[in-house]
């Protein structure tokens, strides 16, 4: 399942999200449906989850920000997460499982991969181990390659 996040009139971002969490939202649904929002001031029409207390769209962080930490708190979690940590914690994991940049700048709405890379470099400080890892395996055992790239020359 994934998570459509709205930023211009025609643009949406796809983020993965745990199964455990899609279930969840599936349940939500299942029991509550969703809320109807017609357009208007400060409204976007649509289908939503959730709205704020005036039935608009929710677009302010500081409400944003209330709704999490009363979610938190119900959950019984004393840490002081934010929905801003939750984002740096997304793409450090990825980053550090081995999840390409390029994808997960995607994820994160960020137009370029630099920003990304930039932003999370540190969390790759085994990168070049890992790419030895690899080299080790191709020049350590037989390397089953084609002598002409055919498919390169067809898709170039």
């Known amino acids: 399942m994934r998570n459509l996040k709205w930023r211009e009139a025609d643009e949406g971002r796809a983020v993965p999200i745990p199964t455990f969490v899609a279930q969840k939202v599936k349940e939500h649904l299942?029991?509550?449906g969703t809320y109807h929002l017609e357009e208007g001031a400060n409204r976007m029409a649509g289908e939503y989850l959730f709205s704020n207390v005036g039935r608009t769209n929710i677009l302010m962080?500081?409400?944003v920000n209330r709704l999490w930490t009363e979610a938190r708190?119900?959950?019984?979690i004393t840490r002081k997460i934010t929905p801003h940590w939750l984002r740096h914690f997304f793409a450090s994991a990825a980053l550090s499982k081995g999840v390409p940049v390029n994808e997960v700048a995607e994820?994160?709405?960020h137009r370029d991969p630099k920003i990304t890379l930039q932003t999370?470099?540190?969390i790759m400080p085994d990168?070049?181990?890992?790419l030895q890892a690899v080299m080790d395996g191709v020049f350590?055992?037989?390397?089953?390659?084609p002598l002409e790239f055919d498919a390169f020359v067809e898709a170039a």
Do not use: T
């Open 140 to 145: 350590l055992h037989e390397l089953d390659l």
């Open 127 to 130: 990168a070049p181990s890992r």
């Open 107 to 109: 994820w994160l709405g």
């Open 61 to 63: 962080y500081s409400l």
């Open 30 to 32: 299942a029991a509550f």
């Open 120 to 122: 999370y470099a540190h």
């Open 73 to 76: 708190r119900a959950a019984g």
